[in-house]
């Protein structure tokens, strides 16, 4: 079992579609964080939420909504998105402030919009 | 402002072959420094990490890599590659610590094995 699992492996959605992507850690870490993979692109990070603290990359659209109920479940709410927003999503953890903690990733959630 | 460089897009090396993936990194102070590693449909995986000490550190899977502040380098190795290996390889640069890892990773170097 890998620390940081997320589902559904895979995901296929209309631009009005609502979906959720989900993700949970099981390190005891204190941070989690979302990255969007696009194929040809670097990764992005497009939220984090670390005690208790939501930052998020400002160019990130508003069809992408994040919660985190605890510190171990995060979660990424879609609607009406669009055909370019396929892509890998990953979920990741890290125990914040620690200099000797990497981020740990899950295996992604593979994204088709059509 | 931090950045991280991998100047090989892909590298295509035989089997039992050496392999040494570069990457340079921009930043004012002592970096903390990763390779991760992602296999085609998976997350990443790190490989290794260094924050301190010795320059050379040893990582999973037979890889190692040496930090040169100098040359502002962090370059992956393995003296033998096997055809598992065959991945997307990131180098990633942490800057300072705040209440959360702001982690900057490079392009990636595509790594192609031949039998």
């Known amino acids: 079992e890998t620390g940081v699992t997320q589902t559904p492996r895979h995901l296929v959605m209309g631009m009005t579609n609502k979906k959720s992507l989900k993700c949970e850690q099981h390190l005891g870490h204190n941070a989690m964080y979302w990255y969007k993979q696009s194929a040809k692109k670097p990764l992005e990070l497009m939220f984090v939420?670390?005690?208790?603290?939501?930052?998020e990359n400002n160019s990130v659209p508003s069809r992408f909504s994040p919660e985190c109920p605890n510190s171990s479940h995060l979660f990424l709410h879609l609607h009406t998105l669009q055909p370019e927003d396929s892509a890998l999503y990953l979920c990741?953890?890290?125990?914040?402030?620690?200099?000797?903690?990497?981020?740990?990733f899950g295996n992604g959630t593979r994204l088709t919009v059509t | 402002a931090q950045s991280v460089t991998q100047p090989d897009i892909h590298i295509t090396v035989s089997e039992g072959a050496s392999l040494e993936l570069r990457c340079n990194y921009s930043y004012g102070a002592t970096p903390y420094l990763f390779w991760y590693v992602q296999s085609p449909g998976q997350g990443l995986q790190l490989l290794l990490k260094y924050f301190s000490g010795d320059t050379l550190v040893q990582g999973i899977k037979g890889f190692e890599a040496e930090f040169k502040r100098s040359q502002s380098s962090f370059n992956l190795r393995k003296p033998s590659v096997h055809w598992s290996d065959a991945a997307e390889y990131f180098c990633?640069?942490?800057?300072?610590?705040?209440?959360?890892?702001?982690?900057?990773f490079g392009p990636g170097t595509s790594l192609s094995v031949i039998p």
């Open positions: 990633a640069v942490v800057g300072a610590k705040t209440s959360y890892d702001k982690v900057i």
């Open positions: 990741a953890s890290s125990q914040a402030g620690s200099y000797n903690s990497p981020l740990h």
């Open positions: 939420y670390s005690l208790e603290e939501r930052v």
